[in-house]
């Protein structure tokens, strides 16, 4: 385990096979003197990896935030429970198809692919969808009875899967509690830069005229996002963004910054941004502890 021994309780993991996608759903043991009542609803958080990242290589990340929730929880007192759900992205983990579609670009060509601006955006895009998905389909898994409520469905995702989740916040209205981590709500912004160390055009073929007016039409950075009115699919929605200063894989300066300072929340959201000194693209554990206080307090312990 990345973040070590931990003293809160072992999750546990339910396994369901949702329409052919294998979703694992982890919960952690209530103490005694904080048990919620049996029948009290449930926060579910959707925990997205990155590229070349599996479900299971999660694991570690939904110990180290359950244990920030439980010393939470221990500190602060009763609050709803949380339940946490990881599923391997398209052509990730147990859903691998083809291993060179999750590469990038390369000089060398036995690792090159030149459709890694489609590609990626594919994979996300296809996340984004499974989140909505699973949120029509998981309470019948979960709770085939009606025996508890969830009182809300929440996202936090890194790298890939932080674009994914600016993905979900942009079109997922259930979805209004969200923490990407090292990631971008601009593709365009991204990929340009990418494309431009490689010298490739920002083009056919390595972007089809059709991807580009996919991006220009559904990107989070082609949504009204500086808005105040009901135009803007963000307003109201409460975020947390996180990323590292020395990033260089997602530049914060370039790929993030821009959108993020003009994202308009409205007087009903929050917004939150935390860029972590001397840390480049990773997952770290002082980001664990943001991530855990901003769920536990806009969706827990409220």
């Not at 990323?243 to 894989?249: I, L, R, S, T």
């Not at 409205?266 to 855990?292: T, Y």
């Amino acid at each position: 385990m990345l973040f070590g021994k931990k003293a809160a309780p072992e999750p546990t993991r339910q396994t369901f096979v949702v329409g052919g996608i294998a979703v694992n759903v982890y919960a952690q043991p209530q103490p005694k003197a904080t048990r919620a009542a049996a029948d009290a609803p449930v926060a579910v958080m959707f925990l997205l990896h990155g590229r070349n990242g599996s479900a299971l290589k999660m694991e570690e990340f939904v110990w180290g935030i359950f244990e920030e929730v439980h010393a939470l929880r221990r500190k602060d007192g009763e609050a709803r429970e949380l339940y946490i759900v990881t599923f391997d992205q398209r052509n990730h983990g147990k859903r691998m198809v083809d291993k060179k579609a999750n590469q990038g670009w390369f000089d060398d060509p036995e690792q090159n692919n030149d459709r890694h601006a489609i590609d990626m955006y594919a994979i996300q895009t296809g996340t984004a969808q499974d989140v909505s998905y699973l949120i029509d389909f998981l309470p019948s898994y979960l709770f085939p009875n009606g025996e508890r409520q969830i009182s809300q469905f929440l996202c936090v995702g890194k790298s890939l899967g932080g674009h994914a989740t600016w993905i979900v916040l942009r079109n997922e209205p259930r979805i209004q509690v969200a923490v990407p981590i090292i990631a971008c709500p601009d593709y365009l912004a991204l990929m340009t830069r990418r494309a431009k160390s490689h010298k490739l055009p920002v083009g056919p073929p390595y972007f089809p005229q059709s991807l580009l007016d996919l991006i220009r039409r559904a990107d989070p950075a082609a949504a009204p996002y500086t808005a105040a009115d009901a135009s803007n699919p963000f307003l109201g929605k409460k975020i947390l963004v996180l990323a590292g200063a020395d990033d260089k894989k997602v530049p914060w300066e370039t790929a993030a910054r821009p959108f993020v300072e003009g994202l308009n929340v409205g007087p009903g959201g929050v917004k939150e941004v935390v860029v972590e000194r001397g840390v480049g693209h990773e997952f770290s554990p002082a980001m664990m502890k943001e991530c855990a206080r901003f769920v536990w307090k806009h969706a827990l312990g409220a």
